[in-house]
């Protein structure tokens, strides 16, 4: 067969009819190309007397096979064609019938029967013109465009759904029409690190906001460092007063100017702004806040927790009372501000339905009893209350203003019974009757300051059947970790801290309150314990029940500076810890010694595979035990199956020599902040910002560095060098 100017597709070859006394035979087709006789199918006559082909032929060949047979009529199909004068017909003609040009067949050789073998059910012929081949290569494109349209309308639909940064940010590596979609889709983001992201870049990168989280320095540096310049939200601020859908504003350890705040709510983004969040800020006061509350009355949350604000007076509160009406919750929890105005709350709680958390800084319980009657739907509260005092100190101090001791220490409130979430400040012992009896009411518990002593922490505790959510300090005790054990099986969050160097102590953590916790609160997620002492055998304990745990931070002190504790070695508990939590994100072991060795450094690289924070104090001295921290795959010495989600990493007196260090730096693909202390960077580390902090003049450490990824992608070395001018 000639295929001069054209090609030619051979789809299928299927078997007539044959007798039936033949049997199952078999048939072999063949095609002979260049003087080679190639096998191109075999067929059945019963079990496959079809068979599909779909090949194309360039040039010239014979079609043959093996089966032999007498014509039964003169009308035969021959099965070797020279076609040079074929003209190819429309697809009907080439669909419904064969070409008459096969009418050129030499009838002698190859004459078959069509009774018994229909070589051809479907053959085209194609043009191999160029305009063809265009028409051909257009039709495709258009196909795949069309197939490629109805794909990106799915991902348009699924891609918001998906909200978490981690998956997000692996969505955009993808494609660049995932890229594009991530970019036209993304409604938050958290800016980790203020000064090293540049906000005209961010919101170039996502155009379409609608919430921000915007984080300054880390806790631990903005309590004993010097805050300079750089922590300004003014350069954030003036970049958000342009995005007209931001909704949600959430600054956390920044400065803020009431001229910042003015800046804000005095834009179009005061109409669409519903939650704004100052957290641990400082640098505005009361005439800010007043602002805020006369120009966004479409607030749902303000929340000012922690932050030091200058109180010039309380007008702030009552605009906010009187020009909202949609207000969720209101926090302004250990802010130094004056003390609230029960008509103001009230006001606020019968103008606002949907309240559901009050947290304020100084309030007489005694007084809000119709604030309570009011927030119906309140489920959280947080108030400072009046300590205990003597006889003594009410006759000098408070005579005046109440009639007897028992109206100020005494509590006569009717708590709402929506209420599950309770902050108390100052509390004290004599006031604890009032929680016993609604105790099984509550799922959170702040008593950090409460002012609560062993015994009052094990009454209270074992009142609280449902509780799932508690902050207190070490002052609970073994004794109160034994209690939380037995009662609070549904606890998921337990954060305690180490007491204040004013508060006496009566109760310490150690081995035998670990021990028992894990064994009672198998559900815990989140665990933050100060401890006078532990053994391997408490954390194999941690390790054995607590299989949901994503958050372990583990601190250890000496009680006694006096005493000497004998040295342990605590390499196979933090080994059983890491293997029994595979869930576990964040990791931090701070000792006051070193009582982790080359070991216990393995097993966290080894089986610290989803760890993303981790913080190490007092491990280990050699510059060996870098080696491990490394996750690069060029590395011989690395260890590729720990630490590749690694993205903070915070080193509390670990001796390493600065070169050491800097290698092991290098090669942590993953890592976006170092924090480390003593040592100098030996060599300029690529892609990182590294700047140098001297810490405030009563302690006694050297100074720290702290290492920043940059995201212009340049080189720096030591920056900035701060020094903290207060004592």
């Known amino acids: 067969m000639s295929c001069v100017g054209m090609l030619l597709r051979l789809s299928q070859a299927t078997l007539g009819k044959l007798r039936e006394e033949k049997g199952n035979e078999s ?252 957290q641990e800020c400082e640098g505005f006061s009361t005439h800010g806040l007043l602002n805020v509350t006369r120009h966004c009355r479409g607030l749902r949350t303000l929340s000012l927790e922690r932050s030091n604000i200058t109180d010039h007076s309380g007008e702030w509160l009552h605009e906010l009372a009187l020009n909202t009406s949609t207000l969720e919750n209101l926090n302004f929890y250990k802010t130094g501000l004056g003390q609230a105005m029960p008509k103001d709350l009230e006001l606020i709680s019968r103008n606002c339905a ?73 509390f004290g012992s004599a006031r604890l009757s009032i929680l016993l009896l609604i105790g099984s009411r509550f ?54 801290y180490k007491h204040k160097e004013d508060q006496a102590v009566e109760g310490v953590i150690t081995e035998q309150g670990l021990i028992a916790l894990s064994n009672g609160c198998t559900e815990l997620e989140y665990l933050t314990i100060y401890m006078s002492s532990i053994t391997n055998e408490a954390l194999k304990c941690v390790g054995r029940n607590m299989k949901k745990l994503w958050d372990f931070r583990l601190m250890l002190f000496v009680v006694n500076p006096q005493q000497k504790l004998r040295q342990r070695v605590l390499d196979m508990g933090v080994r059983s810890l890491l293997k029994g939590c595979p869930d576990l994100t964040r990791l931090s072991l701070l000792f006051y010694t070193y009582w982790l060795t080359g070991n216990g450094i393995k097993s966290i690289c080894k089986y610290g595979k989803k760890v993303k924070v981790m913080q190490l104090g007092n491990i280990v001295r050699s510059d060996e035990m870098l080696k491990f921290f490394e996750n690069d795959s060029r590395s011989r010495l690395c260890n590729p199956i720990g630490l590749q989600k690694l993205e903070t990493l915070d080193l509390w007196n670990c001796c390493f020599s600065g070169t050491a260090l800097t290698e092991a730096v290098r090669k942590l693909n993953s890592l976006r902040f170092l924090w480390i202390q003593g040592e100098v960077f030996g060599n300029m580390l690529p892609h990182f910002v590294v700047e140098t902090f001297e810490r405030n003049k009563r302690y006694r450490t050297s100074t720290h560095h702290l290492a920043n990824r940059s995201l212009d992608g340049l080189s720096y070395g030591i920056r900035h060098l701060l020094t903290n001018p207060l004592d």
């Open 27 to 278: 048939v072999c087709l063949f095609a002979t190309i260049d003087g080679k006789k190639l096998v191109l199918a075999t067929l059945y006559t019963t079990n496959l007397p079809q068979q599909h082909l779909g090949m194309v032929f360039d040039r010239d060949f014979e079609l043959s096979h093996d089966y032999e047979s007498e014509p039964e009529s003169e009308e035969a199909i021959p099965r070797t064609v020279a076609s040079d004068e074929v003209k190819p017909k429309d697809d009907n003609s080439l669909s419904n019938s064969i070409p008459q040009s096969f009418c050129n067949m030499d009838v002698e050789r190859t004459i078959l029967s069509e009774e018994h073998y229909a070589l051809l059910s479907s053959m085209l012929l194609y043009p191999a013109s160029p305009s063809f081949l265009l028409h051909a290569q257009r039709k495709n494109k258009a196909k795949k465009e069309s197939r490629n349209t109805v794909r990106k309308e799915v991902w348009e639909a699924i891609i918001p759904y998906v909200k978490a940064s981690e998956d997000r940010a692996a969505v955009s590596l993808v494609c660049k029409s995932w890229f594009q979609i991530d970019k036209d889709t993304r409604e938050h983001v958290t800016a980790k690190s203020a000064y090293v992201a540049k906000p005209e870049r961010l919101f170039r990168r996502f155009p379409n906001l609608r919430s921000l989280k915007i984080k300054g320095m880390s806790p631990e540096m903005k309590h004993n460092f010097w805050v300079g310049s750089r922590d300004k939200i003014t350069p954030w601020f003036t970049d958000i007063v342009k995005q007209p859908k931001i909704e949600a504003v959430d600054v956390r350890r920044m400065i803020v100017s009431d001229g910042d705040l003015e800046l804000l709510v005095t834009s179009n983004l005061r109409k669409a702004l519903e939650v704004l969040k100052l």
């Open 354 to 426: 949907s309240l559901v958390s009050v947290k304020i800084t100084n309030g007489h319980l005694n007084n809000l009893n119709v604030f309570f009657e009011a927030a119906t739907a309140l489920q959280e509260f947080g108030a400072a209350c009046c300590r205990d005092i003597t006889i003594e100190e009410f006759e000098e101090v408070f005579s005046e203003f109440v009639e007897s001791i028992d109206e100020l220490i005494n509590l006569d409130v009717q708590f709402p019974h929506s209420l599950s979430h309770l902050s108390l400040i100052s």
């Open 443 to 496: 799922k959170k518990l702040d008593l950090q300051d409460a002012l609560l002593d062993t015994k009052n922490h094990c009454d209270l505790l074992a009142e609280c059947p449902n509780l799932e959510i508690l902050k207190t300090t070490e002052v609970i005790g073994d004794e109160g970790l034994e209690v939380v054990a037995s009662i609070c099986k549904k606890m998921k969050k337990l954060r305690i």
